[in-house]
């Protein structure tokens, strides 16, 4: 089965400064990598995925990128804020027209973005 | 719409005991997802339901735990008897076609 490695585990910043978290996975044939965000007492939101097909994607601040031959990903946050404070998760999933749409996650990046 | 709905928050219950998971979904969602969350294993997958017919409980732990969802509107997870090693956080997510998955805010189970 798929097996998503997700690195760092813990990752303070300076407000303003970037921020990047990376993922790797085993299954070739994953085809789609969501990327959540959870707040303490909250669920996890998704923030941004992206499709095999692609190879970066941005949305404002926040941007994933997708190696398929190296089989990893990466989150980036530019100009951080302290909002941006929360647990970060990737997974992975292998999408097959309206087939299994299992989520294999990361263990989980806790970002702390210091005022 | 409130967005996934998870009862009860916060579940204290002894060893041995029964305990119930709800989950209300996203009105017009198909896909309905359990989850686990524990700091040595992150979020694991327990079963997912499709117009709420379970489609894959391979990672529900053990005959101890149940899931079902009797209409579209609800689920519920069930573990019995409940024990220690079942303490996590359990989340539950809905979905429209499976791919973009909305989480509800988990239920923080404690079995002492």
């Known amino acids: 089965g798929e097996n998503v490695e997700q690195h760092p585990s813990t990752l303070s910043v300076q407000e303003g400064d970037s921020a990047v978290i990376k993922c790797t996975y085993s299954?070739?044939?994953?085809?789609?990598f969501p990327w959540y965000k959870q707040e303490l007492g909250k669920g996890s939101q998704l923030i941004i995925d992206?499709?095999?097909?692609?190879g970066e994607k941005k949305d404002q601040r926040i941007a994933v990128t997708l190696n398929k031959t190296a089989k990893h990903f990466s989150l980036h946050i530019t100009e951080t804020q302290p909002e941006d404070s929360a647990v970060y998760f990737c997974?992975?999933?292998?999408?097959?027209?309206?087939?299994?749409?299992?989520?294999?996650f990361g263990k989980g990046t806790k970002l702390s973005v210091i005022p | 719409d409130a967005g996934v709905i998870q009862s009860p928050r916060h579940e204290v219950t002894e060893m041995g005991q029964e305990v119930t998971l709800r989950c209300k979904p996203i009105?017009?969602?198909?896909?309905l997802f359990w989850y686990r969350q524990t700091m040595m294993r992150g979020l694991e997958l327990l079963i997912y339901?499709?117009?709420?017919?379970?489609?894959?409980d391979s990672g529900m732990p053990e005959d101890r735990f149940s899931a079902k969802m009797p209409n579209a509107s609800f689920s519920t997870l069930k573990i019995q008897p409940s024990e220690p090693r079942d303490s996590a956080v359990y989340f539950c997510?809905?979905?429209?076609?499976?791919?973009?998955?909305?989480f509800g805010p988990g239920t923080r189970l404690t079995v002492l």
């Open positions: 997510a809905s979905s429209p076609g499976g791919r973009g998955q909305y």
């Open positions: 299954d070739s044939a994953s085809n789609y």
């Open positions: 992206i499709r095999s097909n692609v």
């Open positions: 997974a992975a999933s292998r999408v097959e027209g309206a087939g299994s749409y299992q989520l294999t």
């Open positions: 009105s017009g969602h198909d896909y």
């Open positions: 339901f499709n117009n709420n017919v379970p489609i894959d």
